[in-house]
């Protein structure tokens, strides 16, 4: 696990006050010369941290008036813009994981998938796909691909339990940090959304996803199917400034 930088740790210590109570909704922080002073950094560090809070949308910068601490909105569940684990939307849905049914190989890589990854097309890839088994019944199908030159022969000396990412991760040395996602509704033709079709009124969500590492490199194209009568996705969406 890689260290937090020093503005991140500040941003995380200003987000503990704000949730202590020392700094209330509504109210202003100190200036930004006495708070670089006070974690014994400098103007620019502290600059970061506040732009990782605003991000966040834990404060305001009002430019010549000062940085104001926001009221926190009350947190979605399965919210599209925060990257969970399958395990945990599972545990969220009020759901019992079982056994899971996973197969791997290697595969040259088509066209649309190399175009993806930004690789050669018939470039050997790791093709794995897992289905995940909750109250005796399957609930997700996820197809994760990656270049083999990545993952080398990971799957192959170490069984996969539990978060793939954590397993590359730990295995691989592979970090994902952002995906570029898609909501899809397939058909029922699909031969991988039947899989899932367990009752008639059963419907079925389609997530693709390009995951990428701290370079902002592909590192991994995934195509999740999760039955719609178990999980539901929500988006919060902001107004953009006027630039």
């Known amino acids: 696990m890689k260290q937090k930088s020093a503005y991140q740790l500040i ?3 200003i987000l503990e006050d704000i949730q202590k109570g020392i700094y209330r909704p509504g109210e202003r922080l100190p200036a930004e010369l006495e708070m670089a002073k006070r974690f014994d950094v400098s103007r620019e560090t502290f600059r970061s941290a506040i732009r990782l809070l605003e991000k966040r949308g834990v404060v305001v910068v009002k430019h ?12 979605i569940p399965s919210s599209l813009e925060i990257l ?4 945990d939307l599972i545990k969220m849905a009020g759901l ?7 197969f791997s190989k290697t595969i040259d890589c088509p066209p649309d998938w190399a175009q993806k990854l930004a690789i050669p097309t018939g470039t050997p890839i790791s093709f794995h796909q897992r ?6 019944e399957p609930v997700v199908l996820s197809q994760n ?3 083999k030159s990545l993952i080398g022969e990971a799957f192959e000396k170490k069984e996969l339990y539990g978060s793939l990412t954590e397993f590359l991760e730990k295995e691989c040395n592979i970090t994902i940090l952002t995906s570029d996602s898609e909501l899809i509704v397939p058909l029922h033709t699909d031969k ?6 367990v009752y008639p009124e059963t419907t079925v969500l389609l997530m693709e996803q390009i995951h990428y590492n701290e ?3 592909p590192v991994m194209y995934s195509r999740d199917y999760f039955r719609n009568d178990i999980f539901q996705f929500k988006l919060r969406r902001t107004k953009r400034g006027i630039e």
């Open 215 to 217: 370079l902002n490199e």
């Open 64 to 75: 010549g008036v000062g940085t104001f601490i926001t009221k926190m909105l009350p947190t």
């Open 84 to 87: 969970t684990k399958i395990s």
């Open 192 to 197: 991988l959304c039947q899989k899932l079709l």
């Open 11 to 13: 941003s995380d210590k």
């Open 96 to 102: 019992i994981e079982d056994e899971r049914k996973d």
């Open 131 to 136: 289905i995940r088994i909750a109250n005796n």
């Open 145 to 147: 691909i990656m270049a």
